[in-house]
């Protein structure tokens, strides 16, 4: 089982940025892939960002250019720095991991972009 707590949300206004981090229990160097989901009032939860063990980035398109999913495997941490935020990427936003056939989630941090 893997823990994983976030951290780093908050109120910005437009235009400003935010840094989130997930602190995973474990080596993520053994989780396949990490990543960032986000899920605003009344909306499905959506792929933000996910940055696998081996391989490319993979960015939303409504957010890419603007921010950046990176990992520092010392501290079994995942980052996702959020560059000229925008109201419409208000949301609650958690951190995911995958190993093998399973996933595991965060309790999730807020965001909220005032105009």
């Known amino acids: 089982q893997v823990q994983l707590v976030e951290s780093g949300g908050g109120l910005v206004q437009a235009g400003g940025s935010l840094r989130l981090s997930c602190v995973a229990s474990?080596?993520?160097?053994?989780?396949?892939?990490m990543g960032w989901y986000r899920q605003a009032p009344g909306k499905q939860r959506e792929l933000v960002a996910a940055?696998?063990?081996?391989?490319?980035?993979n960015y939303a398109s409504s957010v890419k250019g603007r921010f950046t999913i990176s990992r520092d495997n010392a501290k079994n941490t995942v980052y996702l720095q959020m560059n000229d935020l925008k109201p419409e990427d208000t949301a609650v936003y958690y951190c995911?991991?995958?190993?093998?056939?399973?996933?595991?989630w965060g309790q999730g941090t807020q965001v909220t972009v005032s105009s």
């Open positions: 995911n991991a995958y190993r093998g056939l399973s996933q595991y």
């Open positions: 474990e080596n993520i160097l053994t989780i396949n892939e």
């Open positions: 940055i696998p063990n081996f391989g490319i980035r």
